[in-house]
Each structure stands twice: as structure tokens, then as C-alpha cells.
């Protein structure tokens, strides 16, 4: 099957796509297969939508692979998850960076055994020059943690209360320097935020479709984009229309 042109203008493709991969339980279950066969289909789905993402010219990808939260699952299904990021980056590494695939971790490692801590940062290291995609990866990551460790830092750094702008408070956030998601997908149908970028997220636009994760395929990419592009960003302001009849 050959693949139908993305129909979006360049200045109408997101810089930021980030994407919460929710549902592989429930895909594996529908299978009668156990949660982690879920996870690993989403692996396989992971490694085919950053192969698009770079086709699409994103040049910025986030991906919530285990939040702050997941340490309360099941214990075989906790290190089911450790290892298959210990396997991605045993088996993906090279040719992601033979892609141009910039990694960066974003989360708290401290609480990964040292042997992963280690590879997650040896990768960051070895593909820290990349430009084509950066992608972040979200382990061990809380939104809110993230906003207490930035303002702890705050402090500690001594910076003056009327120097803790907006700007200020990113550059303190795993994030700095990473432009705020313009568009942020959730598969499976949940309609929540789940501690995933919450600062970052304040202006993003959501693509939420019942698609399980490992199920999301090219043409559902394809149409989120399509659907960010008709997108009428206004940023609490109004849009361009409205303000040119203002203005007349
Ligand atoms: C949510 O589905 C998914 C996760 C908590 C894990 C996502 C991980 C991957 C797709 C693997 C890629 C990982 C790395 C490290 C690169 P769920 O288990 O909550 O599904 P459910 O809601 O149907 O139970």
C-alpha cells in the first residue's frame, strides 16, 4: 500500500508532537495475552512513529513511557517496563543514531538501577550532537515533580523572587530549551492529563482518539496532524479574523 501525502502545509506542521502511548494493556488484554505483550506490541509501534515523525519533519518528539505513578503497578510489570527501555536502547541505539535521533531523558533516574542510569546516560552522550529529532523520553517522570524540583532549584540557586518569571521557571524544567508541545496525542480515549508536561501543556493542542497504542498507526499520525493544522490557536487572545473585524 503506498502512502497518502501528509496534507499540511509546512508552517502548519507541529515543532513539538508529545505523545501519551496509553492503552497497551487493554490492547493485549482484548488478546487474551498478558500486559507486558501489550507493552512490547507498543514498543514495535514506538519504533514505526518516530520512523514517521522524522518523515514528517517534526523536529521535536516526547514520548510518556513510565510515569511517577507506574512504580505502583505490578512488580513483574514494573521491570518488564525497565528492561524493554534497557532493550531499546541495547537494540535501537545505534540506528537511531545513525538517524539523527537525539536522546534526552527526561524524569527523575535516580531510582533506576545504576547499570540503566548508565546507559540512559551513555546514549544522551552518544547522540547529544544529533539534529535531525530530538526525542525525549519520559521515565520516571511526574509533571508536578518536575515543577517541585524546578523551584527547589530556584531557591537554592538564590534567585530573587521578582526574577521567577515564566521564562525563568522553563529554564529550570527538564525541558529547558525544548519548544512547549504545540500538539499533544493520547491514545486509548482518556480524557485526562495524567502528570504529563503540565506546565508545558498550558497553550498545547490535544489529539485524543480511542485507537489503543499499539494500534496507532501512519494514517491516524497522519490525521492528527491533519486535524492540529485546522486548528485555531488563539492562546487565550482571539484569532486573526475575529481581531481584523475588530480592527476594521
Ligand atoms: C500505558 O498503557 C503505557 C505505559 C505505561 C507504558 C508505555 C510504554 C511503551 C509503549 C513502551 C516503550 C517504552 C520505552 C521505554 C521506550 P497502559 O499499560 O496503562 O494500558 P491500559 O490503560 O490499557 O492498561
Known amino acids: 500500500m503506498t502512502d497518502s501525502p501528509l496534507s499540511v502545509p509546512p508552517q502548519r506542521i507541529p515543532l513539538h508532537v508529545a505523545i501519551i502511548m496509553d492503552g497497551n494493556g487493554r490492547w493485549a488484554l482484548q ?61 535501537e541505539l545505534n540506528e537511531l543514531h545513525k538517524e539523527g535521533v537525539q536522546l534526552r531523558h527526561i524524569g527523575r533516574l535516580e531510582r533506576l538501577a545504576p547499570r540503566l542510569q548508565q546507559k540512559v546516560l551513555e546514549a544522551v552522550e552518544l547522540t547529544k550532537n544529533n539534529q535531525r529529532l530530538v526525542l525525549n523520553i519520559a521515565f520516571n517522570y511526574g509533571g508536578r515533580d518536575e515543577i517541585v524540583q524546578a523551584v527547589q532549584k ?53 489529539y485524543i482518539t480511542p485507537t489503543f497504542w499499539p494500534d496507532f498507526d501512519k494514517n491516524e499520525y497522519r490525521r492528527a496532524l491533519e486535524t492540529f493544522a485546522q486548528r485555531d490557536r488563539r492562546y487565550g487572545g482571539v484569532s486573526d479574523v475575529v481581531a481584523d473585524k475588530a480592527g476594521q
Not at 523536529?59 to 507506574?70: C, D, G, K, R, V
Not at 527538564?174 to 503540565?198: H, K, M, Q
Open 31 to 91: 488478546r487474551g495475552l498478558p500486559r507486558l505483550a501489550g507493552h512490547k506490541a507498543g514498543t514495535e509501534n514506538l519504533r514505526r512513529v518516530i520512523r514517521s515523525t522524522v518523515e514528517f519533519g517534526i523536529p521535536y518528539l516526547t514520548i510518556y513511557a513510565f510515569s511517577t505513578e507506574n512504580w505502583g503497578r505490578p512488580t513483574e510489570e514494573v521491570q518488564g517496563l525497565m528492561r524493554i527501555l534497557e532493550d531499546v536502547i541495547d537494540r
Open 154 to 206: 530556584i531557591i537554592r540557586d538564590g534567585v530573587p523572587a521578582e526574577d521567577v518569571t515564566d521564562e525563568r521557571i522553563g529554564q529550570y524544567l527538564y525541558t529547558a530549551g525544548v519548544p512547549d508541545p504545540d500538539l499533544i496525542i493520547r491514545t486509548s480515549g482518556e480524557l485526562r492529563v495524567s502528570n504529563f508536561l503540565i506546565w508545558q501543556a498550558a497553550y498545547s493542542e490535544w
